[in-house]
């Protein structure tokens, strides 16, 4: 939409998931509203992260199922990737919720300007062509970026942006870190033809996710085919006549790769965007802190999403901004958004679905008053191609009651699986209450309703 006006209720810095929904939220109050984005709509979830991500692991999904198939008498098939013909798909997608967004936009009458905004001060806003625009309120949604680690020779290395703008598999990778990307990117190369190693610092990957869902996770990957590193730092990075090498901890070089992958933080982007000159604090990795109604410590003046200390998750980002326009726009006076039971899914191979504490957080917080239920098992799939790879459920309970305060599956269509129980644990889920449900058979649900 094309628009003269200057003076809004509502400006937001940034057209990720988090702005988009705010923008589209408070105009549905009748607010008017500019949304600055100098990039492509969507933010990273769009263009370099979740969806991207979530077609590069169905791909790799698809190919470990070709593998199966010949196991189980189907005709041996081809199964290398044509990453060009598939990622013109992947693309394409994309391109089509650009377009919705772009839709969408111009119906609800929001005034999308293609620019970078900073602020004069805390009602206005100049953009990078010099127009200063003013607004009673002003959400700040421009997300986070990717970083190297400040080693030697760092430069030698990609981070998950450019993972993205690959069109044809490195034959070696070494992917470094632990976290979400670290873990779904090495998944997902090693499933699609690379010979992938994967090096931790820690002494598990994915911090804060329960021991023994890690624990064989790592299990998992390794028989894949994995080369998972646990407690091995990187150090430096050179290049060889052969590929770039890295060096850990005990000053030994690794053998040559093709490439390295970075996944070892993101900073929030926050520079340039004049937060000084309108009183607006940071704290001391950048992020901007917000209460837990999003504001600011600046009066009219939110942020939401990775530019905030919040999980670093979409889903986060746009219930947040929902919530926020809300109250803003809708005079609903709205709860602040729950933080201490997110669902969350990793896309590892096979994936991990997690709600509420694990047992080591679980213990942590209730003592002894915990108890544990455990269930290892190979899906039907797996049994029938005489593959090895197994699935972990895990059920974390406390008080007479046994409310289920934590919850972690380990296997295929886990992704799929915990949204439902998800809600159920909102409403206090009991083990009596799993115990009383009849389970479907035959599936890998059932284990949740079965365990004892």
Same mark, same amino acid.
């Given at each position: 939409m094309s628009d003269t006006r200057t003076d809004f209720d509502l400006i937001v810095i940034g057209g990720g998931s988090g702005g988009l929904a705010g923008a589209f939220r408070a105009a549905s109050h009748g607010a008017r509203v500019a949304l600055l984005e100098p990039s492509a709509l969507g933010g990273t979830c769009v263009n370099v992260g979740c969806v991207p991500k979530k077609a590069m692991w169905l791909a790799a999904e698809v190919a470990g199922k070709l593998r199966q198939a010949g196991t189980?008498? #189907?005709?041996?098939?081809?199964?290398?990737l044509d990453w060009p013909t598939f990622i013109a798909h992947r693309e394409?997608? *994309?391109e089509g919720i650009h377009a919705s967004y772009r839709r969408r936009l111009d119906e609800a009458g929001i005034a999308l300007m293609p620019t970078r905004g900073a602020f004069v001060d805390a009602r206005r806003v100049r953009t990078s062509e010099g127009v200063t625009l003013s607004a009673s309120?002003?959400?700040?949604a421009t997300g986070g970026h990717p970083i190297k680690p400040e080693i030697p020779g760092a430069e030698l290395g990609s981070?998950? +942006? +450019? #993972? #993205?703008a690959w069109r044809a598999p490195p034959a070696s990778v070494a992917v470094v870190g632990g976290g979400y990307i670290a873990v779904e990117l090495a998944g997902v190369l090693q499933a699609l033809g690379s010979r992938v190693s994967l090096r931790v610092r820690g002494e598990q990957p994915l911090t804060g996710f +329960? +021991?023994? *869902?890690? !624990?064989? %996770?790592? !299990?998992d990957y390794r028989q894949s085919g994995v080369d998972v590193r646990l407690s091995t730092p990187t150090l430096a990075l050179e290049r060889t006549e052969g590929g770039i090498r890295l060096r850990g901890a005990d000053g030994a070089w690794s053998e040559p790769v093709e490439q390295v992958l970075f996944a070892t933080g993101r900073q929030p982007n926050t520079t340039g965007l004049g937060l000084? !000159? !309108?009183?607006?604090?940071?704290d001391l990795q950048g992020f901007v802190p917000v209460d837990p109604f999003n504001r600011t410590s600046v009066e009219g003046v939110y942020a939401v999403g990775d530019v905030t200390p919040s999980p670093a998750l979409t889903p986060v980002a746009i219930a947040a901004a929902r919530r926020l326009m809300d109250r803003v726009f809708g005079r609903r006076e709205r709860a602040a958004l729950a933080l201490d039971d997110v669902p969350t899914v990793v896309f590892s191979h096979p994936p991990i679905g997690r709600v509420g504490l694990s047992e080591r957080a679980a213990r942590a917080m209730y003592g002894d008053d915990v108890q544990v239920l455990r269930s290892g098992f190979r899906p039907m799939l797996n049994a029938l191609s005489e593959s090895p790879q197994r699935s972990l459920f895990k059920i974390v309970c406390t008080?007479?009651?046994?409310? $289920? $305060? &934590?919850?972690?599956? %380990? &296997?295929d269509a886990a992704d799929e699986m915990l949204q439902g129980f998800a809600v159920a644990m909102r409403r206090g889920l009991t083990l009596d209450d799993l115990h009383d449900t009849i389970a479907i058979h035959p599936t890998s649900a059932e284990e949740v309703v079965l365990m004892r």
């Open positions: 189980l008498g #189907f005709p041996a098939a081809n199964c290398t394409r997608y *994309i309120h002003v959400l700040i981070v998950s +942006d +450019d #993972f #993205f +329960d +021991d023994d *869902i890690t !624990a064989q %996770l790592v !299990a000084d !000159a !309108a009183g607006i604090a940071v008080g007479e009651e046994r409310r $289920v $305060v &934590g919850l972690h599956l %380990l &296997g």
